[in-house]
């Protein structure tokens, strides 16, 4: 598709799900109700959480997770289909030799799996379960490229990551996470803005990007976070601004839907660093070195 026959908006919807930790039947069950909700909406595209057959560093996954393609990314691939929506989603992947990835999904409204993309910025308590991914990727979509990471992939110190997708000519860069918090912390004490909101809004104004981070929540039973919470604030940020967000709370369980202008910004590789410099954002580069 050209560029010039790329659509200039899209209905996206964050399906900020409720997860169970090894409970893949029943998670999925309630992502599939999710997507028939944003296909009700209109949505041309919904992202699910990171992980969300098992949960993240579930230990139940060293045992039952399944290959890519297998059970679960086949379902997935099916209610894309059947329902004609564009699916990213976060799956555990088991690959025939024993090796875990925590893994990414887009999937286009034809059942067909786009971009599988393995999580590079693996924090310390995940290492024992899943293998550093070693590739990043963009693909041609009706709204120009799209790109995909996941959750700490975003961190300020991995901020690189979504920069490298941005440079690949990324208009829109999706997400799938599940944000952690002690049992402790309520909506007032949110610890999300700096965490968060500060580097989305950083990758969405270098590059001019849709940036889109859909969240999980429940409670974690079992793995190196058990009695933590996952607590939703899912965000869409573009370079305006957070133009959507996420209730913060372990039981938020919702669909987010928005519509929303596609950027155009057509710049790539050197002629998006000549504009990138030109915009002063070398300063603010430095100015996170310090």
């Not at 590079?120 to 963009?138: A, F, M, T």
């Not at 309520?186 to 500060?198: A, G, L």
Request: charged share 25%.
């Amino acid at each position: 598709m050209s560029k010039q026959e790329n659509k200039t908006r899209i209905k996206l919807a964050m399906g900020q799900l409720l997860l169970e930790g090894g409970e893949p039947e029943r998670n999925l069950e309630r992502a599939k109700k999710m997507i028939v909700k944003a296909k009700d909406y209109g949505a041309d595209l919904i992202v699910l959480p990171e992980t969300i057959d098992f949960t993240w560093t579930h230990p139940s996954a060293f045992e039952e997770a399944l290959p890519i393609p297998g059970n679960y990314s086949d379902r997935l691939c099916k209610w894309a289909k059947d329902f004609a929506i564009y699916i990213c989603v976060g799956l555990t992947e088991k690959r025939a030799d024993g090796k875990l990835f925590n893994t990414a999904l887009l999937i286009d409204d034809k059942g067909e799996i786009l971009i599988k993309y393995h999580k590079i910025n693996l924090i310390e308590v995940e290492q024992p379960y899943y293998e550093v991914g070693d590739i990043l990727r963009v693909v041609d979509s009706p709204w120009g490229k799209i790109g995909i990471n996941i959750c700490a992939d975003n961190y300020r110190e991995s901020v690189h990551i979504g920069k490298t997708l941005g440079a690949m000519g990324a208009r829109i860069i999706l997400s799938p996470s599940s944000w952690t918090v002690n049992h402790g912390i309520s909506e007032i004490d949110d610890p999300y803005r700096d965490k968060w909101v500060t580097p989305l809004s950083y990758i969405a104004s270098m590059y001019e990007s849709l940036v889109v981070s859909t969240t999980s929540v429940g409670y974690i039973v079992g793995g190196p976070y058990e009695g933590k919470k996952m607590v939703g604030c899912s965000l869409a940020v573009s370079d305006k601004g957070i133009i959507g967000q996420g209730q913060f709370n372990e039981f938020a369980g919702e669909v987010i839907y928005l519509e929303t202008d596609v950027p155009q910004q057509n710049a790539v590789g050197a002629l998006l660093n000549e504009k990138i410099i030109a915009n002063g954002f070398v300063k603010e580069v430095d100015h996170w070195k310090k």
